[in-house]
């Protein structure tokens, strides 16, 4: 008997880097667990010049978010030639996709959730009520199973977005801990280097993370200390301009996007975090990995992956001041950034690795096509 096909989708061309390496890798290694299955990933240009290595997937030229007229045609056509039994998103709302084209496939939909949220935001009982109706109404508009990325991901969608258990599971993010491991020890080397990535979104709050970096470069004894941002996107322009007006802009390096963010936790000492809302926070598991101590506000995501006191320090949201405090306490105890620099490697080997990750991914769509 043939075996049926599954196509990932990805939202991005193939030359894209940064954080869709690690999301391509998990689709790779889970593909490569999917033996009754073959798979396939669709990106929206294939460039030559692919940031990817890729395995167990046969990649394929397809817009599957924008579904225009030729995108659809050419779908519809590759869905039937290789009997493609699922279609797995990623952050892709159904609101944002013409789930009437796609249930005319006759395939299951899967969407790997993986959108920051607010959890501090909870719709009226009389909202949820009308929620819920709705979704009891209109069943049509959901996908046959979402993966969250974390615990609170799963426990919003299922308390605030009204999604059904039946339709939930579980895939929390990892690591690849072979890769992301840590580089040499820099105590002693010249100077303290601060880190921080993310895409250039106003959530991200790189415009507070700039603040407390002036208020610490403005004291005589911090003068060693320096900010490396990874990371592209609207906001770039704006905050760059602020760190020119803060003055510090000599002593922060805006790196741009990278394919591979290894060598600069390699040449860091500690990570942060000041997003508002986050589901998981990859770019933080990826630091502690490397054995960085990470201070974070205290979102979702970071509250389940930082240890704090331990292997860093989560801080209220709003509190710029508890930010500025305890990067100052690291960089005046080198002893303490050691000891929660190893105690954060072990945490992520622990809870946090990819190969946990790709097995629970697997299982879900194995689960959903049974």
């Given at each position: 008997?043939?075996?049926?096909?599954?196509?990932?989708?990805?939202?991005?061309?193939?030359?894209?880097?940064?954080?869709?390496?690690?999301?391509?890798?998990?689709?790779?290694?889970?593909?490569?667990?999917?033996?009754?299955?073959?798979?396939?990933?669709?990106?929206?240009q294939l460039t030559g010049n692919s940031a990817?290595?890729?395995?167990?997937?046969r990649p394929v030229e397809i817009d599957a978010?924008?579904?225009?007229?030729?995108?659809?045609?050419?779908?519809?056509?590759?869905?039937?030639?290789?009997?493609?039994?699922?279609?797995?998103?990623?952050?892709?709302?159904?609101?944002?996709?013409?789930?009437?084209?796609?249930?005319?496939?006759?395939?299951?939909?899967?969407?790997?959730?993986?959108?920051?949220?607010?959890?501090?935001?909870?719709?009226?009982?009389?909202?949820?009520?009308?929620?819920?109706?709705?979704?009891?109404?209109?069943?049509?508009?959901?996908?046959?199973?979402?993966?969250?990325?974390?615990?609170?991901?799963?426990?919003?969608?299922?308390?605030?977005?009204?999604?059904?258990?039946?339709?939930?599971?579980?895939?929390?993010?990892?690591?690849?801990?072979?890769?992301?491991?840590?580089?040499?020890?820099?105590?002693?080397?010249?100077?303290?280097?601060?880190?921080?990535?993310?895409?250039?979104?106003?959530?991200?709050?790189?415009?507070?993370?700039?603040?407390?970096?002036?208020?610490?470069?403005?004291?005589?004894?911090?003068?060693?200390?320096?900010?490396?941002?990874?990371?592209?996107?609207?906001?770039?322009?704006?905050?760059?301009?602020?760190?020119?007006?803060?003055?510090?802009?000599?002593?922060?390096?805006?790196?741009?996007?990278?394919?591979?963010?290894?060598?600069?936790?390699?040449?860091?000492?500690?990570?942060?975090?000041?997003?508002?809302?986050?589901?998981?926070?990859?770019?933080?598991?990826?630091?502690?990995?490397?054995?960085?101590?990470?201070?974070?506000?205290?979102?979702?995501?970071?509250?389940?992956?930082?240890?704090?006191?331990?292997?860093?320090?989560?801080?209220?949201?709003?509190?710029?001041?508890?930010?500025?405090?305890?990067?100052?306490?690291?960089?005046?105890?080198?002893?303490?950034?050691?000891?929660?620099?190893?105690?954060?490697?072990?945490?992520?080997?622990?809870?946090?690795?990819?190969?946990?990750?790709?097995?629970?991914?697997?299982?879900?769509?194995?689960?959903a096509l049974e």
């Amino acid at each position: 008997m043939a075996r049926k096909g599954i196509l990932f989708c990805m939202r991005f061309p193939d030359d894209e880097g940064f954080v869709w390496r690690t999301v391509v890798t998990v689709r790779d290694r889970a593909a490569g667990l999917l033996e009754d299955y073959h798979c396939h990933v669709a990106f929206p240009q294939l460039t030559g010049n692919s940031a990817h290595d890729i395995e167990h997937m046969r990649p394929v030229e397809i817009d599957a978010y924008a579904l225009t007229p030729a995108d659809k045609a050419k779908l519809r056509a590759f869905v039937a030639e290789h009997d493609i039994a699922a279609i797995v998103y990623m952050s892709a709302l159904p609101t944002t996709l013409d789930m009437g084209f796609l249930h005319s496939l006759g395939v299951k939909t899967i969407n790997t959730e993986q959108d920051s949220f607010d959890h501090r935001v909870r719709d009226s009982f009389v909202r949820r009520a009308a929620k819920f109706v709705v979704r009891r109404g209109l069943k049509r508009q959901l996908h046959d199973l979402h993966v969250a990325n974390s615990v609170s991901q799963r426990d919003w969608l299922q308390q605030y977005a009204l999604i059904p258990p039946s339709r939930l599971a579980l895939a929390a993010d990892g690591v690849d801990c072979e890769h992301f491991t840590p580089g040499r020890e820099r105590e002693g080397t010249a100077g303290f280097n601060i880190i921080c990535a993310g895409q250039s979104r106003p959530e991200k709050r790189i415009d507070m993370i700039l603040r407390v970096a002036s208020r610490i470069m403005a004291q005589p004894e911090f003068d060693h200390v320096r900010l490396t941002y990874v990371g592209a996107g609207e906001m770039l322009g704006e905050w760059q301009r602020l760190a020119e007006t803060l003055g510090i802009a000599h002593r922060v390096h805006f790196a741009g996007q990278q394919r591979d963010l290894l060598p600069f936790y390699r040449d860091a000492d500690l990570m942060v975090h000041a997003a508002e809302r986050e589901s998981f926070g990859l770019v933080l598991a990826e630091a502690m990995a490397c054995g960085l101590p990470v201070v974070a506000s205290a979102a979702a995501g970071p509250s389940e992956i930082v240890a704090d006191g331990k292997t860093g320090r989560l801080i209220a949201l709003d509190d710029e001041d508890g930010f500025l405090a305890a990067v100052e306490a690291y960089l005046r105890d080198p002893a303490m950034v050691r000891q929660h620099g190893a105690a954060a490697r072990s945490r992520v080997v622990e809870r946090f690795s990819m190969d946990r990750q790709v097995r629970d991914l697997a299982a879900a769509i194995e689960g959903a096509l049974e």
